[in-house]
Structures are given as C-alpha cells and as structure tokens.
C-alpha cells in the first residue's frame, strides 16, 4: 500500500533531535512560552519576510485572533462582511462567524482553485477579505493586492497550507496585512500536535495577538481584554524549529512530484488545475479532478494507492454555517464533487511515483 503521507518517514529523521529538545525542556522546566517560543517566533517571522511572529495554539485561533485584535484597533467592527472562498476548508469560516462578523463566500477561478480579483470585485460592501492558499498554491498577487488596497480591504492570508510558497510579490505570511498559520502534523512543516503562529508588518497587531492569545493579560493576573487561552505549546515550538531547515528542500520534493504527476498523467477522465513549479504553488496537496471521483479513488485503492478527499462537503453545506452564507454555488458544488487528492509525500519514491500515474491513466469509468 502507497500511503497517502507517511508520518513515521517524514518525522523519523528528527527523533534524536526531539528527544532531546524533550529532555532540555524538562530540565529546565521551560514548558509554557518562554524561550523556546521566542526562538521560533524570530524563526518563523525571518523565513517569511515578515517583521512579527505570534506563536498560538492553531490555525484557526490564528484568524480568530488576528480578526479579534482588528476589532480592538477599530480595523473592524461587529457585523462587517469578510469575504471567504466558496471552497475552502470550514476553519476557515468558523473563525469569522465566532468574532461576530459575517462571512460572505465568493466562487473560486475554476482553474486555481482559489480566489480571483474578478471574484473580489464582484462584492461590495467588504471589509475583509481571507485569501486562502489552497492546496499550497498562491492566491495574492500584486493585482490581488491593489485591488484590495483600492477598496480599503484588510487582505488576511489563510496561509495554513503555503509554507514556503513565494511569487514576485514576496513570501507566504508577508503577502498582505496579516497572516495565520496551521503546523498541523500533516502540513509541509508540521508539529507533532496543534500548532499556529500569526506573522505581520503590524507592529500594534501583533502586540494585541500576543495579549489576547494569553488571557488579555497585559502582565500577570491583570486581563485587559476578554483573551483565551490560545499560546503556542513551547515544545512544539521547538520541534518546529528544528524542522524548519529543511522546509525548503522538502517543498522542492513535492513540487518535483507534482512536475511529474502532471507530465505523466494522461487520462480524459482526470483534469490537473492550471499547474505551477515556480514556487508560488509548495504542493501541500496534488489534486485532481474527475466527475467519476469516487469510482476513481475505488479503482485506486484496489490498485493499493491510498487517496483522500479535500474536501467532500462544502461549507455552505456545513450545518454548522446555515442561515451564514448565502447565494448559488455551483463551481463549489463541482469542486467539491470531483476533487481527489493524490498521495505528494515529499519521500515517495520514483517507483511510487510511476506506480500513481499508471494507476491513474489505467482508470476507465
């Protein structure tokens, strides 16, 4: 069986360096914040460009925290719209509707996937708008940028499965006002748990984040804002940092996979969205789509190649979001129909590799 990512491959060759962190942690009885937070936050906000890093406890704390902290800067206000995309993963949505803001879904670019500036023009009366890098690739560029500049729209990065991924503009986590940031395990540089950070040129932002991600405590039992409990777990924080030096070499893995897959697979059942090897896209999945989707993953699996699904229901769908997002979506409906992720572990072998593609171009519905 291929599986889809391997987790004891990809984690194996830093067990001597976790144990000890592991061990130096608990002699110096640093568990809560502290150093080894710190360290990694410098890390963090270096490799992205941007001035600030806030380690938290995930992705979505990530967002509700940077829409929390814009609400107490007066950037936002209860009720204002924040455009999300149609398609993307519900934690990127539940964020907006917990801060008491509402969220309003926008069809993506049925070849990227993701969000474009015709898309954002399409809606007024936004206050913000969350660009989510799906699948690792991309979604702001210079024209998303000033678009939203134009409209004095606050560009947040869902940048949860980009790390690494650049274009002309800059680097993942420094494309726009703020960013948040998941390393769960399965990420291209992910912990071994929950795990997050937000990176940001706003100096007073982070400020708040680093505030509210701690109880609203502006210093030892005094809470000046309703905070939560949302800190970065100091260990984690320094398995991260000892993972982050081979973030880039991994990435170039994966995108040398996806190079590969959309080279060699040849089937008209299956379309590749628009593909990209320049960096602006890190591969976090390779997806497909096929309107015999789950015949297709059957076949797979028969074949011992392990697929997934990113994402089968849409949020819109989510009875957790009803009476939330409004309106006719029917390139989400497709999506979400015919999408298939195929195994891109950064460790897949060649004879892996060619073993997926002929699997895939032997598919007949």
């Avoid at 989707?293 to 009875?319: M, S």
Wanted: net charge positive; with cysteine; aromatic share 8%.
């Amino acid at each position: 069986m291929i599986a889809f990512l391997d987790l004891n491959r990809l984690n194996r060759p830093y067990k001597e360096r976790f144990l000890t962190r592991l061990a130096d942690m608990v002699e110096n009885r640093a568990f809560v914040l502290g150093d080894l937070v710190k360290n990694f936050e410098k890390k963090w906000a270096a490799y992205t460009g941007a001035p600030y890093a806030v380690g938290v406890s995930n992705g979505s704390d990530a967002l509700f925290l940077i829409l929390e902290a814009y609400k107490l800067t007066g950037r936002l206000h209860e009720g204002d719209r924040v455009l999300v995309p149609a398609n993307t993963y519900i934690a990127t949505i539940l964020p907006v509707v917990r801060a008491g803001l509402v969220p309003v879904a926008a069809e993506p670019d049925a070849e990227t996937l993701n969000l474009s500036v015709s898309a954002l023009e399409k809606h007024q009366n936004i206050s913000a708008c969350i660009a989510v890098h799906l699948y690792g690739r991309l979604t702001t560029d210079h024209k998303f940028q000033a678009a939203c500049r134009a409209r004095n729209i606050l560009l947040i990065e869902d940048a949860a499965q980009a790390h690494g991924a650049r274009n002309e503009t800059g680097k993942a986590g420094n494309l726009g006002d703020a960013a948040a940031w998941s390393f769960y395990p399965t990420k291209n540089l992910g912990a071994l748990g929950d795990a997050g950070a937000v990176t940001t040129e706003d100096k007073e932002l982070a400020s708040l984040i680093s505030i509210l991600r701690h109880y609203g405590q502006v210093e030892k039992y005094n809470s000046r804002y309703p905070g939560l409990n949302a800190r970065l777990d100091a260990l984690q924080a320094a398995f991260l940092e000892e993972k982050l030096g081979d973030l880039d070499q991994l990435n170039a893995r994966r995108i040398r996979i996806a190079r590969q897959y959309t080279n060699g697979i040849r089937n008209p059942y299956v379309q590749i969205p628009r593909p990209v090897f320049d960096g602006s896209h890190v591969y976090h999945q390779f997806v497909i789509l096929s309107p015999y989707r789950d015949a297709l993953r059957e076949f797979l699996k028969r074949q011992g190649i392990q697929t997934l699904v990113h994402y089968p229901v849409p949020p819109h769908r989510q009875a957790a979001l009803a009476g939330f997002l409004q309106g006719a979506f029917p390139v989400t409906e497709r999506i979400h129909r015919e999408i298939l992720s195929l195994p891109v572990d950064p460790y897949l072998s060649e004879t892996e590799q060619n073993r997926i593609i002929d699997a895939v171009n032997a598919f007949k519905p």
